[in-house]
């Protein structure tokens, strides 16, 4: 293990990684109002501990605890802007939406060395990988744009069946509540929140319990790019600020992205069920099946940067390793091996591999789940795994694993390594089959009529099977989903346009007076729904 200096001297600091802390956000978005809190506020503290020659500290800033009242308020902004369908949002034609979605993004780049450092500090994401989520979701709302473009254009015709001239698009849903993940507070959020705003509905939004401050950077570009009331940001607990929106009734649609638990209890807190859709992007248990042909090297290097990037908290991360017994032995004695080699540092190390959880209680509930395995013969294989330092935990690496272990079952969303042998093909397959999850899984091999058995078999229960590569959500374009408890919905660039929206038509008779009024508002272009134009 290679270990840097954990808790730094604010003057060994790199000046262009230093923020003018803390950042106390007493400013809120709603209404088209940037309005000042006067309750209480939340303390924000940094995985990362700044040392100076009396003391440490990692307080870096605090964001508002909003009340019941607050909360409503911001349902009702977001409520009247939709009107019903009849506010200046979705009635907008799609150019304006999308020039005003330019004009947001044009906003955000002027503020992302002030996002990415505050990724680093509040989260302990690596410098790159900072870079990579924010440059990523510019790269996703320009790719939005453009898919809109296509979804108009391809809308844009008439269809003409049995005697009907009808044209068919794509319209609203209404009032969208959006919940993001700490581990990608501004990517994931983003993937729901912008197309659920192009497509021209309004809504109310939650930043993740860690990683809020981050976003008050974009507080003015929001303000300043969508009309009033059609973004309305809330901060808080949410048994205070959730809990009575969503009990409103009001919620057409929840966007969230976290565990199944939270979600199961949101959806059960709204009155009317068949009202409200759901976008879900939840646990994940992804495994590796790992043959007895793979080729070693290749795949330790991708099952490292699977279970271990951005320590392990990702949902799309390898959560169990099922190794064939014909190379176990040889695999895990170079897995272990590479895993001890990570450089464990903070986020703006060169080459750093690991960094400081930013969950306060994460090294603790994972030792719990560790002590578990162990009490059930599981082994700790490489010689530093578990070692922690403040809020860092070096990976675990660890064989012996089965069925009767939590952390073979659960999702740990974090540095923890379970390592299966196997000698049947079986046994994996019914991992996957009796697991409450089906997001993805990677196999590694070069046997082709082997994988191709175990494709068809996994496509089955999984959304995405990867050959010889680690699970990933990425390119944007491919669909983003999976089955059982691990989402409800598909999101990419192109499904998330229409899983905000719901197809509708205008339809008419084929008569000549019905002929006459169809041209007479395409030629006027009256109609912001009813066009033939496209958009270029």
């Keep these: 293990m290679k270990t840097r200096e954990l808790s730094p001297m604010k003057g060994d600091i790199p000046k262009d990684y230093l923020v003018s802390f ?60 939709y009107n019903n369908g009849q506010g200046e949002w979705p009635r907008m034609p799609i150019e ?50 453009e898919a809109l ?19 068919i698009k794509r319209a609203p849903l209404g009032v969208v509540l959006c919940m993001g993940p700490f581990n990608y507070p501004l990517n994931e959020t983003f993937t729901t929140l912008i197309p659920a705003l192009i497509m021209g509905n309004t809504v109310v939004f939650k930043p993740a319990k860690l990683g809020v401050l981050l976003l008050s950077p974009l507080l003015n570009a929001f303000k300043s790019a969508f009309p009033k009331g059609v973004v309305n940001i809330v901060y808080g607990r949410g048994r205070n600020v959730i809990e009575p929106i969503m009990t409103s009734g009001k919620i057409n649609v929840l966007a969230f992205i976290g565990s199944c638990n939270v979600a199961n209890t949101l959806k059960k807190q709204h009155p009317y ?24 090297e290749h795949t330790i290097k991708e099952c490292i940067t699977g279970t271990l990037s951005f320590n392990g908290q990702r949902c799309t991360a390898l959560k169990i390793l099922f190794i064939h017994e014909k190379i176990y032995d040889i695999f895990l004695e170079k897995f272990t091996s590479a895993v001890d080699n990570l450089n464990l540092g903070l986020p703006w190390d060169k080459n750093v591999d690991l960094t400081p959880l930013p969950e306060k209680d994460k090294p603790m509930l994972l030792q719990e789940i560790l002590e578990d395995a162990i009490k059930k013969g599981a082994i700790i294989c490489n010689k530093n795994g578990g070692i922690v330092n403040e809020t860092s935990f070096f990976p675990v690496v660890l064989s012996n694993v089965n069925e009767t272990m939590r952390i073979y079952h659960e999702e740990q969303f974090g540095p923890i390594i379970p390592i299966v042998k196997f000698n049947d093909i079986q046994e994996p397959l019914k991992y996957v089959i009796n697991s409450n999850f089906g997001q993805q899984a990677s ?55 229409r899983v905000f929206s719901i197809r509708t038509m205008v339809a008419v008779k084929e008569t000549e007076s019905n002929k006459k009024i169809i041209k ?17």
Excluded at 98 to 110: A, G, P
Excluded at 149 to 167: F, N, V, W
Excluded at 281 to 286: H, I, P, S, V
Aim: aromatic letters at 8%.
């Design 22 to 81: 803390p950042i106390n956000q007493n400013k809120y978005l709603i209404n088209g109002e940037l309005c000042k809190w006067q309750g209480d506020f939340q303390n924000v503290y940094s995985p990362i501990y700044v040392r100076t020659e009396n003391n440490s500290s990692n307080l870096i800033g605090s964001y508002p605890l909003m009340d019941k009242e607050t909360a409503l308020y911001a349902l009702e902004s977001a409520v009247n802007a």
């Design 273 to 296: 069920p068949h009202l409200l859709k759901s976008v879900l992007g939840l646990e994940a248990k992804n495994p590796a099946i790992i043959l007895s042909d793979a080729e070693i």
């Design 443 to 497: 196999i590694f091999g070069n046997d082709a009529i082997q994988i191709s058995k175990l494709i068809d078999a996994l496509v089955n229960q999984v959304c995405r099977v990867n050959i010889n590569s680690q699970c990933q959500r990425g390119p944007d374009i491919f669909p983003f989903t999976g089955r059982k408890d691990s989402a409800e919905g598909t999101l990419s660039v192109s499904d998330a346009l």
């Design 96 to 145: 304006q939406r999308i020039d005003c979605l330019k004009n947001f993004v044009s906003l955000m780049k002027e503020q992302k060395n002030l996002v990415v450092n505050l990724l680093m500090w509040e989260i302990g994401k690596t410098l790159k990988e900072s870079e990579k989520e924010f440059d990523r979701t510019i790269e996703y709302i320009n790719d939005t744009i």
């Design 149 to 167: 473009k296509d979804l108009d254009r391809d809308a844009s015709r008439i269809t003409i069946k049995q005697g009907i001239i009808a044209q």
């Design 520 to 536: 007479r508002i395409f030629d006027s272009k009256s109609s912001n729904f009813l066009r033939t134009d496209y958009i270029f």
